[in-house]
């Protein structure tokens, strides 16, 4: 699997930020700790890429030339 990198300025700290609810189940495990699974996420439409250097914020079709570390001028 590829890194994709920022467009912009190359870096490789891109996030993908979301806002979502989580629906998570407790449990005990064998040792008697708390663990949670996830039973369900819900995505709201506020939700972008940014590098976390740059703070630049690529729409998702921007990434693909990133792909390689080839970089475009913004």
């Given amino acids: 699997m590829d890194q994709i990198l920022c467009p912009r ?3 490789e700290c891109l996030f993908h930020y979301t806002d979502a609810y989580v629906l998570r189940t407790p449990f005990l495990d ?3 700790s708390l663990r949670l699974i996830d039973e ?3 995505e709201f439409d506020e ?3 940014q590098c976390a250097r740059c703070g630049h914020r690529p729409e998702e079709d ?3 030339p990133g792909v390689h570390g080839e970089s475009i001028s913004a």
């Fill in 62 to 64: 921007d990434l693909v």
């Fill in 47 to 49: 939700n972008f890429f």
């Fill in 30 to 32: 064998d040792k008697g």
């Fill in 40 to 42: 369900q996420t819900t």
């Fill in 9 to 11: 300025c190359g870096s």
